[in-house]
């Protein structure tokens, strides 16, 4: 996989670009003026971010990942994750035949939901999951691949299916190895 140069990152006119960011060069990158990127954060191959899109540390989004901001924004806070295949709105058409659809139509003909996602700290998005307009997805929180969120979550919780539904708990254990993790890249850089 081939990632921009920092120089070609920084040409596109982030509204914040941190240290180490990795971005494919195959991704598309749509409204970069209104994208924050963190430090340590990727994005791979055949993504699409557009809108407003706020994405933390440590957070990874896998190839063919859709992450649409829209108007109201999409937060991926640190160490959180999509994996190959996931799709985030923030918008979306009314699809039960009243109104048009589409972004060629206006507003006006238009019935469009339009709510902020947010994606909490250590929250993972399964392959080919869906995340919906106005989903809080709580931190801790683990989707499971192939399932369509239509609802916010509870923390540290896992959760599977269509639409999903908690399974069980999740482990906090890996709290300790980020702890770890932070403590040895606040060392190295002393």
């Not at 902020?116 to 700290?121: E, F, K, L, N, T």
């Not at 239509?150 to 599977?160: A, G, L, N, Q």
Request: hydrophobic content about 35%; proline content about 3%.
């Amino acid at each position: 996989m081939a990632f921009l140069t920092q120089e070609r990152l920084e040409s596109m006119g982030f509204r914040k670009l941190g240290n180490n960011v990795c971005v494919s060069d195959k991704a598309s990158i749509y409204n970069a003026d209104q994208i924050e990127i963190g430090d340590n954060s990727r994005i791979d191959d055949f993504c699409v971010i557009s809108g407003r899109v706020s994405i933390g540390r440590n957070v990874h989004i896998a190839v063919f990942c859709n992450v649409a901001g829209g108007e109201p924004g999409i937060t991926l806070d640190d160490f959180s994750g999509l994996a190959y295949g996931a799709n985030v709105f923030s918008q979306s058409d009314d699809y039960r035949g009243y109104t048009l659809t589409n972004p060629t139509v206006p507003d006006k003909f238009k019935s469009e939901t339009k709510k902020a996602v947010h994606i909490g700290r250590h929250a993972i998005v399964g392959a080919s999951s869906v995340v919906f307009p106005g989903v809080i997805l709580a931190d801790g929180t683990s989707v499971g691949a192939m399932s369509m969120v239509t609802k916010s979550t509870k923390e540290w919780t896992i959760y599977f299916g269509i639409p999903a539904k908690p399974l069980r708990s999740r482990s906090k254990e890996l709290l300790k190895l980020e702890e770890q993790y932070l403590a040895s890249e606040d060392s190295s850089q002393q």
